[in-house]
């Protein structure tokens, strides 16, 4: 009971590292792989293996040289001074992502809720700057109840789609140009960039487990999760017509398909778009202790305060110019780690 107790918990924690604003909101998806409709099929199956695979990796080999953050991770992978650069990097990305995050969740509030986005600034901050407070615990306390909501909700929002009798037709439409080669690119540069990010996460939460069987069973676990909610959500997209168009299209797909569960989705997916603030915020405050002895709560308040200057940027555009990037860079990454061999020891 203990192992699977312990292996969920890790899942929940995986996921809802994974799962932010972009990807509960369905910008990110529909940026990575829906709008190749056909190979965005294809190309999540790939991203997927790539989860459940390397995902387990990263927690197995954290517990083999002992990791306490990233930063001796990345050492392990690229050598003392590449490792320096690769830190920074994704140091960088954690705070551009945290960005992203707090700027969708200041959308969720103004384009659906009617709020300003102050008032979404300010609950979103005072939550995670709790939540924080609490460590590990608190971490596991929210995905472990945001996570399974969300696969529920979205599997509701899957059989109203499937209603829909052109959403096959949709689904097996290929678009015109090189859209194979973008879609497989696409598969590999989504992958690195989440694995590049939850390595903060992932790191950290191994070692404090300490038992390679719970978190190799909670890699799998957490990466098939991730591989059945992409699927279901690009179905779900699919049925939007020009659904890159929208900042949140799942909200959109919600109110016009489901608008039962409209505000209770609308909850979700700010769950995970804060799961996902809070996790990036833990793996930064976990890497910046070991240079600055200060309290956690000082190292939050710096944290928030260059988040929120980032935020000021549209959400859409903002998650856009980052995401890309950072995945196209993460590449490096992805692909040392993949060379990296494996214990056969448990």
């Given at each position: ?246 900042e949140i299209p799942m909200a959109f797909i919600v109110k016009s398909a489901a608008s039962s569960i409209y505000f209770i989705y609308l909850l979700i997916i700010y769950g995970e778009i804060f799961t996902s603030l809070i996790g990036n915020m833990y793996g930064l405050e976990r890497q910046i202790n070991r240079y600055i002895s200060i309290g956690s709560i000082w190292i939050h308040g710096g944290i928030i305060v260059f988040v929120y200057m980032i ?36």
């Amino acid at each position: 009971m203990k192992k699977w107790t312990g292996a969920l918990q890790v899942a929940a924690v995986y996921v809802g590292t994974v799962i932010g604003a972009g990807f509960a909101t369905g910008r990110e998806i529909v940026e990575f792989f829906t709008q190749y409709r056909f190979w965005g099929f294809i190309s999540i199956l790939i991203a997927g293996y790539l989860f459940i695979f390397l995902g387990t990796k990263i927690m197995i080999k954290a517990i083999d040289i002992q990791a306490s953050s990233f930063e001796q991770f990345n050492e392990y992978l690229f050598g003392k001074i590449l490792s320096k650069i690769m830190n920074v990097f994704i140091m960088i990305m954690l705070l551009g992502v945290c960005a992203v995050m707090l700027s969708g969740a200041e959308a969720l509030f103004t384009e659906q809720l009617g709020f300003s986005h102050t008032i979404g600034s300010f609950v979103t901050i005072a939550l995670a700057l709790i939540v924080m407070a609490l460590g590990v615990k608190g971490l596991f306390a929210v995905n472990t109840f945001v996570v399974p909501m969300l696969i529920f909700f979205n599997f509701i929002l899957l059989y109203h789609s499937i209603e829909n009798k052109q959403i096959l037709t949709s689904l097996l439409h290929n678009p015109e140009g090189f859209i194979s080669i973008k879609a497989i690119i696409a598969a590999f540069s989504y992958a690195a960039f989440n694995l590049a990010l939850a390595q903060a996460v992932l790191v950290p939460v191994a070692v404090e487990i300490n038992e390679k069987v719970i978190v190799k069973l909670g890699g799998w676990i957490g990466g098939a999760l991730l591989t059945i909610i992409l699927i279901s959500s690009h179905i779900i997209l699919t049925s939007l017509p020009n659904a890159i168009l929208f900042e949140i299209p799942m909200a959109f797909i919600v109110k016009s398909a489901a608008s039962s569960i409209y505000f209770i989705y609308l909850l979700i997916i700010y769950g995970e778009i804060f799961t996902s603030l809070i996790g990036n915020m833990y793996g930064l405050e976990r890497q910046i202790n070991r240079y600055i002895s200060i309290g956690s709560i000082w190292i939050h308040g710096g944290i928030i305060v260059f988040v929120y200057m980032i935020s000021r940027v549209n959400y859409g555009e903002l998650l856009g110019i980052l995401y890309p990037f950072f995945g196209y860079v993460s590449l490096i990454f992805l692909f040392i780690l993949w060379l990296k061999p494996v214990r056969t020891k448990a």
